[in-house]
């Protein structure tokens, strides 16, 4: 099948494929997989275009949907973190996108500066995985205490009641919530800061931010893994939506390059993503914290190393 926009010809059966396998491990982690799709698309497909960004955001519209249904079901969405990591990665998502096509569309660059950006991230998470034990942090307790409560019902009667996240406090300060008897604080104002430079380098990557918000959620400010994945996908959705829209508007503006999303080639990735993270979504709850971390960081490693690696020789 050829794909105009993208310039190249795929078996249709294989984006929703790899599209599939990516999200079911990476929505247990609050990622949508779309940081992982770009070096597919890039290194795999041929797709080098400043589009390529787009058809991404595209993908993250049309997957993400059914992984947030299962976390709003299972009563782990924390609603006020979602809403100001919206309105902190919005403006900075727009910013993101205008770098992208003026000062980075060379495939060189753009490699070069993702593969920086996901090794930073990576190291976090592996200090953050490395540090546990010694640290003593309360995210590690909720997070066990919650994975020996789900393994015990599952022993009993393969359901349970399990607990859900309570909301204590919203405020203009801080967001306070409570999740398997502890408390967590949160500073409003620095996620919306964290969230805005997110933003920027999400609209750059065409990844709507989730993929770097997640781990800073679950390194930086310690939460449980558990509680931030639902927030992260909804925050990557509505900004990803705003992607996709502003992609397609501006792209009249630069007829030498293609700007515009591949819509058939997004659609095709984004029915892959939408099954699979609703079977990670749903599953998640079965799989141990640390397990979901270790998915997460030799994820971004490999992909870091790739990008850099491929930049240099």
Same mark, same amino acid.
């Given at each position: 099948? @050829?794909?105009?926009?993208?310039?190249?010809?795929?078996?249709?059966?294989?984006?929703?494929?790899?599209?599939?396998?990516?999200?079911?491990?990476?929505?247990?982690?609050?990622?949508?997989?779309?940081?992982?799709? =770009?070096?597919?698309?890039?290194?795999?497909?041929?797709?080098? *275009?400043?589009?390529?960004?787009?058809?991404?955001?595209?993908?993250?519209?049309?997957?993400? #949907?059914?992984?947030?249904?299962?976390?709003?079901?299972?009563?782990?969405?924390?609603?006020?973190?979602?809403?100001?990591?919206?309105?902190?990665?919005?403006?900075?998502?727009?910013?993101?996108?205008?770098?992208?096509?003026?000062?980075?569309?060379? #495939?060189?660059?753009?490699?070069?500066?993702?593969?920086?950006?996901?090794? %930073?991230?990576?190291?976090?998470? +592996?200090?953050?995985? @490395?540090?546990?034990?010694?640290?003593?942090?309360?995210?590690? /307790?909720?997070?066990?205490?919650?994975?020996?409560?789900?393994?015990?019902?599952?022993?009993?009667?393969?359901?349970?009641?399990?607990?859900?996240?309570? $909301?204590?406090?919203?405020?203009? =300060?801080?967001?306070? @919530?409570?999740? %398997?008897?502890?408390?967590?604080?949160?500073?409003?104002?620095?996620?919306?800061?964290?969230?805005?430079?997110?933003?920027?380098?999400?609209?750059? %990557?065409?990844?709507?931010?989730?993929? !770097?918000?997640?781990?800073?959620?679950?390194?930086?400010?310690? +939460?449980?893994?558990?509680?931030?994945?639902?927030?992260? +996908?909804?925050?990557?959705?509505?900004?990803?939506?705003?992607?996709? =829209?502003?992609?397609?508007? !501006?792209?009249? %503006?630069? #007829?030498? $390059?293609?700007?515009?999303?591949?819509?058939?080639?997004?659609?095709?990735?984004?029915?892959?993503?939408? /099954?699979? $993270?609703?079977?990670?979504?749903?599953?998640?709850?079965?799989?141990?914290?640390?397990?979901?971390?270790?998915? +997460?960081?030799? /994820?971004?490693?490999?992909?870091?190393?790739?990008?850099? !690696? *491929?930049?240099? =020789?």
């Amino acid at each position: 099948m @050829y794909f105009p926009v993208a310039g190249i010809e795929v078996n249709p059966f294989l984006p929703p494929a790899v599209a599939f396998i990516i999200s079911f491990f990476t929505s247990m982690a609050g990622v949508s997989g779309a940081f992982l799709l =770009l070096p597919f698309q890039i290194s795999i497909l041929g797709f080098n *275009s400043p589009a390529v960004s787009g058809t991404n955001h595209l993908f993250n519209v049309v997957a993400i #949907p059914s992984g947030v249904y299962r976390y709003i079901k299972e009563g782990r969405m924390v609603w006020s973190l979602t809403w100001v990591v919206i309105i902190g990665t919005l403006p900075g998502v727009m910013i993101g996108a205008i770098l992208r096509i003026q000062y980075l569309p060379d #495939p060189g660059s753009f490699k070069m500066f993702a593969g920086f950006v996901l090794l %930073y991230i990576g190291f976090r998470m +592996l200090k953050n995985l @490395y540090g546990k034990e010694d640290s003593g942090n309360s995210q590690g /307790c909720s997070e066990d205490q919650f994975q020996q409560l789900v393994n015990q019902s599952k022993k009993e009667s393969g359901r349970g009641h399990l607990p859900k996240v309570h $909301m204590k406090k919203i405020s203009l =300060l801080s967001i306070e @919530y409570g999740f %398997y008897g502890q408390d967590f604080r949160i500073n409003t104002i620095g996620i919306m800061a964290l969230s805005f430079f997110v933003g920027i380098i999400g609209g750059v %990557y065409g990844i709507g931010g989730g993929a !770097i918000i997640a781990p800073f959620f679950i390194s930086f400010f310690k +939460l449980p893994v558990y509680t931030v994945a639902g927030a992260a +996908l909804m925050g990557t959705f509505v900004t990803s939506a705003a992607g996709v =829209l502003f992609y397609q508007l !501006i792209a009249p %503006y630069y #007829p030498d $390059m293609a700007v515009a999303p591949d819509w058939a080639l997004g659609f095709l990735f984004g029915i892959g993503g939408f /099954c699979g $993270m609703y079977c990670g979504a749903r599953l998640q709850k079965f799989i141990s914290a640390r397990i979901i971390k270790w998915i +997460l960081v030799v /994820c971004i490693l490999f992909t870091a190393a790739k990008y850099i !690696i *491929s930049f240099v =020789l």
